[in-house]
Each structure stands twice: as C-alpha cells, then as structure tokens.
C-alpha cells in the first residue's frame, strides 16, 4: 500500500531558533503511526532539526538541490551535502523554483538523478498556472513535466518517487482546488504512471496535494482516493494549523 505523507515546506521562513521550536513542538506532538509527516526546513536548519526528531514517524527534507555533483558553484548545496545532514527527502521542480530560478524539465529532471543517487527521497512537483487551467490545457503541462522530469528513470528509481500536484494559481492565494479538482488531476497523473510503469508502480506512488491546505479543508482533499496527503506551505509554520492537517489524514 502507498503511504500516507504530510510534508511542511517552511520555504524562506524562520530562522534557526525560530525553526528549531518549531521542530520541537512538531517532533512533541506527532504520533507514531503510519502517516508519514516531513519537514521540510532551511538548508541550514538541517542538522540542527535532526537532532530534535525523536519520532520514528518524522523526517527530515530539504527544499532544493544543486543541479551538479560537487564543484565550484558559489553558494550552491548538493544532495550529498543534504544526506550527510541525516535528511532523507528533497523537494525539487517546485514552481516557485520553476518560475524565479527558471528551472526548467531538464534541470529538475537533473536534480531528481542526483537526489536519487545520493539516497534522497525527491518529493517532484508539478502544476499549471492559472492561465493554462483557464485555457483547459492543465491535463497536457502537468503530463509534460512528470514525463520530462521523471520518466527516463528506472522502475525502481521511480518506485521511490514521491509526487506533488500544486496548482500554481492554489499556492499561497488562499485559493484551494476544489476537491474534485485535485483527484481528477491525481487519477490522470495516476493513470499516465500506470501507462508507464504499470499499476502495481502507479498504485505505489503516492501522490499530495499542494496549495493552500489548511486544516479546514485538508480532510476533504485527502478523503479522495487519489489524494496520499499534502504538501503544505502556510499553513506548516504554526505548529497547530500543521498538526490539524496531519490529523485530518
Ligand atoms: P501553500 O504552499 O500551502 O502556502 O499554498 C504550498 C507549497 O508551495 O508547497
């Protein structure tokens, strides 16, 4: 069975003290059950919140990657660097990666390799933009991105994939997908891996929903049969708004 995820992308929110409270309260509060909760902090929070996780059911991820090994690139973290912290998930393709820094398939699809190379976890975004939805042609950008950015790895490679659907125009506007929205997107992400991979793949990989989640809404998104959990922005900075979207899983 695919497993059940709360992911928290802090973003460029908190400060070392500030993120290791968090982490603290997060670590204190959740249960040890099967629902998998990550967060993901700063780079440079890394280490410090490892050694606040106490939960056998709370991990630890970064929000990016280099797209190179080593080297020299002034200011950049590779995925080794991020796995000798103890953190086991990277997010990576998120659209505000994809639309400040210009990430485009490529880079991301760069970035997946060498997070899977290095033991990471990537937790591979995708999403329209609001004009894309508006012009019906959500189904065929979303495809394009998961064939681009993961679909040259192998079965087993791509067993360890974890997916986010983030509408664009959902991330941070307060605007949530409806919940129909997001499982039509999900089954037919669902059913392109399937495509691929075949079902027994696609019915392993977990798929979560990203954009203004919150507590109020999250037990109604997750209800679908599609929708394994959340990747949470806003709403993953309060340690109550946080624990009510894990509880709702
Ligand atoms: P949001 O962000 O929950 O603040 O909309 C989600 C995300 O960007 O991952």
Known sequence: MRKKIVAGNWKMNKNLQEGIELAKTINRQVEDNDVIVILCTPFIHLTEVRNVITKDS???GAQNCASEASGAYTGEIS??????????YVILGHSERRSYYHEDDAVVNKK??????????PIFCCGEVLQERQSGIQFEVVRSQVEKGLFD?????FGKVVIAYEPVWAIGTGVTATSDQAQEMH???????????????????SILYGGSCKPSNAAELFANPDVDGGLIGGAALNSA???GIVNAI
Do not use: H, P, W
Not at 79 to 88: F, L, P, Q, Y
Not at 153 to 157: A, I, R
Not at 194 to 205: L, R
């Open 79 to 88: 995925a080794d660097m991020i796995c000798s912290t103890g953190a086991e």
């Open 153 to 157: 790895l192998s079965v087993e490679d």
């Open 112 to 121: 997946v390799k060498l997070a899977l190379a290095n033991d990471l976890i």
């Open 187 to 205: 089954k037919v992400i669902r059913e392109q891996i399937a495509e691929k991979y075949g079902n027994a793949v696609a019915d392993n990989t």
């Open 58 to 60: 709370l991990f630890l």
């Open 241 to 243: 708004d946080f624990m």
